[in-house]
């Protein structure tokens, strides 16, 4: 059984709400990870947190937010997205971020279709 | 830079036949971990192994068996006597010294849509 829940499982917005998408994890981990899956594709890393600090932005548009409350929590706010942003989210954390042995242990996504 | 080449992308077997992903590698690094998940149609990735650049030793677990090889950068994963609970994509990828920012990135390869048929 995953250790990394998400929430929620599915969720259909329009372009111009507001929602965010919920991780958190229970195995005291240090940092967590956010995913963007295309159908067909691999994973895209968009943000990584470690040690509750945004370590890596990838270049993500601005329509997306993410917050670290703590360390095992992690949250993705969504604001006027566009159909293309439609996706599985993938939420993932492992022990520190930094170290080479870290191991990411991955949520059960959340499938985001945008309208 | 590095990459991870899973050139097969959809593999149909018939239950109870072996079948064996193909993962290739390159990386400029001597030190480097490699692993292997498998994404059903739920959606989530779950991790099966990790293997670091410096233990070659193949390995077993159940019917899962990795064949690692340093001389072809290869990593490749067996099912024995597949399953129709086996069908799922599974993902090869790697881990190594250069990464952006302070943490450490995971590079995946294309992934293997495996179909175990009844």
Known sequence: DTEVTQTPKHLVMGMTNKKSLKCEQHMGHRAMYWYKQKAKKPPELMFVYSYEKLSINESVPSRFSPECPNSSLLNLHLHALQPEDSALYLCASSQEGTRLTDTQYFGPGTRLTVL | AQKVTQAQTEISVVEKEDVTLDCVYETRDTTYYLFWYKQPPSG?????????????????????????Q??????????TASQVVDSAVYFCALSDSISSGSARQLTFGSGTQLTVLP
Not at chain 2, 44 to 68: A, H, K, M, P, T
Not at chain 2, 72 to 79: E, Q, R
């Open chain 2, 44 to 68: 989530e990735l779950v991790f099966l192994i990790r293997r670091n650049s410096f233990d070659e030793q193949n390995e077993i677990s159940g019917r899962y068996s990795w064949n690692f």
């Open chain 2, 70 to 79: 340093k001389s072809t950068s290869s990593f490749n994963f067996t099912i």
